[in-house]
């Protein structure tokens, strides 16, 4: 039998404010442990949250930039649960009125285009974490996470494969990056998936028992345990056995995931509204005004690439995905007005060497100036292809300005024709065999003299400027 796999995601963004969400505590990767932390968020008795209106800006934000319908009147709950790195027991949450709902991810994978419903966007706290010392069998808490504002965007059960859910959250990511809401650093924990996921026989409609498997830090992680998942559930069910509702670990040294505890439902958690902050009204004026800050997003701007600037769409597409990529060629053209070169350039040379030299792509290790140089060197024929890939290197990976790097290697060509067809004439004079056989109709000897002649230009003169110039003077 066939088996239909369906997929929901909920993914948790940390947001990039400055303090934490009810506290004025500061946000920040890699502090020193418990050194970020105050009454507020490590929930001493007596004190009491307010909420960072940043934190509501940057939910709208999400929730427009995904088509979303923004709640009028949003509300947090405590969600209850005891756990060592949540030091009230309750975490605050929205589960009644979330931020956001209804929004929509749209994603192309080899079998095509495909929406994605967002059910919904909730603000919440994070918890701390816990690091455990397998060495000495110890555990050690570090509240500096305790209180980091983030956003859980949970889809609709839309997805059908990994490839799918991998081209959503890369989507996602692309999005949020470019509103500049989230770093997405999945390494770093500032983006976490969990994957909820159920097997059916095709065709049916009726979906079967879910498992969620909890904070998968990569996109190869969360290929591995959804593989891994739903191939656990199918043998579940071809042997007889009932697939159980449960939140699941992924270990992905060992390559598989383990049961952590039966499923808890809205109900386990004894959800109550959060008494100490009252509800947000969001106008429609506050929301207008968020939504003139939304810059051009991902697929507008490829669609433009391809409608304004010709690009192919696949160049676009890439161009187009990263924010600051795209500002990098939205520079070069301005200045040169190259697109289709340019274009080639960056999603050649340029994502080549970022990729080879590790670089991520917040910041694009060489200047605009420097690549629009080098097209300028192309177009006028001073340089070669092959000079021009290495000036770029040298740009990228030494700053070394291009055209000062040329004129010290002495690589420029020679772009005197005079001087040129001086060389040329020496050349002929000194094959005057081959000559006469190209001009007794023997076309392969000019194949020899071009041969000759670029090499007594060191290769520095375009091989069609030379050929032309050759056969001016082997016509005369
Ligand atoms: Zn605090």
Redesign the pocket.
């Known amino acids: 039998m066939n088996y239909e796999t369906v997929i929901g995601l909920e993914v948790h963004a940390e947001l990039s404010t400055k303090s934490?969400i009810?506290?004025?505590?500061p946000t920040g990767f890699g502090a020193s442990p418990n050194t970020?932390?105050?009454?507020?968020?490590?929930g001493l008795p007596g004190s009491l949250p307010v909420l960072n209106r940043k934190v509501l800006e940057y939910a709208v934000k999400t929730g427009l930039a995904l088509g979303c319908d923004i709640t009028r009147l949003t509300r947090f709950d405590r969600k209850n649960y005891f756990y060592p790195d949540l030091p009230k027991a309750y975490q605050i949450s929205q589960l009644y009125l979330p931020v956001c709902r209804d929004g929509v991810i749209r994603i192309e994978t080899k079998n095509g285009k495909k929406n994605i419903g967002i059910r919904e966007i909730h603000m919440e706290e994070d918890a701390g974490k816990l690091i455990h010392d397998g060495s000495e069998n110890l555990t050690f808490i570090d509240f500096n996470r305790?209180?980091i504002p983030l956003l859980e965007i949970v889809s609709e059960p839309d997805l059908r494969s990994a490839d799918e859910a991998a081209a959503y959250v890369e989507k996602l990511i692309k999005i949020l990056k470019y509103i500049e809401v989230c770093d997405c650093k999945m390494q770093e924990g500032s983006l976490r998936v969990d994957v909820n996921l159920s097997v059916m026989p095709e065709g049916e409609r009726v979906f079967g028992t879910r498992t969620e498997t909890k904070n998968l830090n990569s996109l190869r992680e969360m290929r591995r345990a959804i593989n891994y998942e739903a191939d656990r559930q199918i043998r579940l069910i071809e042997s007889g056995k009932k697939v159980l509702g449960q939140t699941l670990r992924w270990d992905d040294g060992k390559g598989k995931s383990t049961a952590m505890r039966k499923k808890e439902e809205a109900a386990d958690y004894k959800y109550f509204p959060e008494p100490d902050l009252p509800p947000v009204f969001i106008s429609q004026e506050y929301t207008d005004k968020i939504k003139a800050q939304i810059p051009e997003l991902p697929d507008g701007k490829a669609q433009r690439y391809v409608n304004e600037l010709g690009l192919s769409k696949s160049d676009a597409v890439i161009i187009a995905g990263s924010v600051e990529i795209a500002d990098f060629y939205e520079r070069v053209i301005k200045s040169c007005g190259e697109y289709k070169e340019a274009a080639n350039w960056v999603t050649g040379e340029l994502l080549r060497l970022m990729k080879l030299s590790g670089v991520s792509d917040e910041r694009v290790p060489v200047s605009p100036e420097s690549l629009v140089e080098i097209i300028n060197m192309l177009k006028s024929g001073e340089i070669n292809r092959i000079v021009a890939k290495q000036a770029f290197e040298e740009a990228f990976l030494n700053k070394t300005n291009p055209r000062q790097y040329v004129i010290e290697n002495n690589l420029l060509l020679f772009t005197d024709a005079e001087e040129i067809r001086k060389i040329l004439i020496t050349v002929l004079d000194e094959n005057q065999k081959s000559v006469s056989d190209y001009k007794s109709g023997k076309t392969s000897a000019f194949g020899y003299i071009t041969g000759k002649a670029m090499k007594a230009l060191n290769s520095k003169a375009p091989v069609k400027e030379v050929q032309k110039i050759l056969k001016e003077l082997l016509e005369q």
Do not use: G, N
């Not at 009810?22 to 505590?25: I, T």
């Not at 970020?36 to 490590?42: A, F, N, P, Q």
């Open positions: 934490k009810f506290c004025s505590c970020r932390v105050c009454e507020v968020c490590l305790c209180s």
